[in-house]
DNA sequence: ATAATTGCAAAGGATTTGCACGAGT
DNA sequence: ACTCGTGCAAATCCTTTGCAATTAT
């Protein structure tokens, strides 16, 4: 369902990403190992949200032996570092996205099966400026999340 | 910081809380208490944000003997009957805020002093259906948050 | 060599749950 | 009476942390 959105431009972002965290970890003087380079890797080349249990399923496949609290570190960094975006939506787990580079997304969720697909809106966006400047603000950033419920579940229930 | 934006109609609010939860509660043969009373008229009383911690601090001056069980409980109660929205900024806890009956308005809050203006736009609610229906989901709630910064802190800034 | 990183397991926090007692209908 | 709700403590779940061993620089 998602996907889709950059065809090109996807390798340019990884590059311009893993660019981005090489000059975050030599300015902090972190180091790269083995584990970090697998869980970016796969991170950054995975659309939509993550557990970091889902995150680690997918990195065992590569590397049984690594830990979760690798994964959790890892991420840390990343979003330290402005690579990667924490976001709950209610279930009790923290959800990672790739931090997009300039686009704006937003999240529409199901209210029953917790699936979570993205839009984007650009006439949405532009009156969230009109608004912001009618009350005297200068936009940083935004939330906007829609609630109901999916086709599937909806045609589950009748 | 900012308050307000309702006139009379803050009583009438609370009374329609109380209808609303009293309709609820009646429908799903839930039983009135001292303690969900209690925490209901505090929790529907209060502005803003609270944490399951804040909350309970408070019901306990009232009465001590109130768990924090009951809290949760109780609040669980209040996010299902559509009253209350729980809401997560990042640090560990569950924050709730009391759900505006007026389901067309939104925020827009101020990043360096917090304060939070509201606004209303019928062609952003519009877009919204749009946009949901596109997705195939059957909208039943949004949130809409601009993050930016105000005239009075930009002004401060300069 | 030196300091950062890892993996494990233990610790921490927040939230949920089982159960016996108490209270609302 | 019959359930539902409460309070407590124990249990769970997610996340963080201490530490000895390992690895990057």
Do not use: W
């Not at 923290?94 to 969720?109: G, N, P, T």
């Not at 936009?139 to 599937?152: M, N, P």
């Amino acid at each position: 369902m998602r996907r889709a959105a950059n065809k090109e431009s996807s390798k340019t972002d990884l590059e311009e990403l893993q660019a981005r965290l090489s000059a975050y970890m030599d300015q902090k003087g972190l180091r790269s190992t083995a584990q970090r380079r697998l869980v970016t890797e796969i991170f950054f080349g995975t659309e939509g949200h993550l557990s970091i249990e889902e995150l680690l399923e997918v990195v065992r496949q590569q590397d049984p032996k690594v830990g979760y609290a690798t994964v959790y570190r890892t991420l840390k960094l990343l979003t330290d570092s402005g690579l990667a975006q924490e976001r709950h939506f209610g279930d009790g787990v923290s959800r990672y996205e790739v931090a997009h580079l300039d686009e704006h997304h937003d999240h529409l969720i199901c209210l029953r099966c917790g699936r979570i697909e993205e839009f984007e809106n650009d006439d949405v966006e532009e009156m969230q400026d009109r608004i912001a400047k009618a009350h005297g603000f200068v936009l940083e950033r935004h939330r906007h999340e829609l609630y109901g419920v999916c086709r599937a579940c909806h045609d589950a229930e009748a």
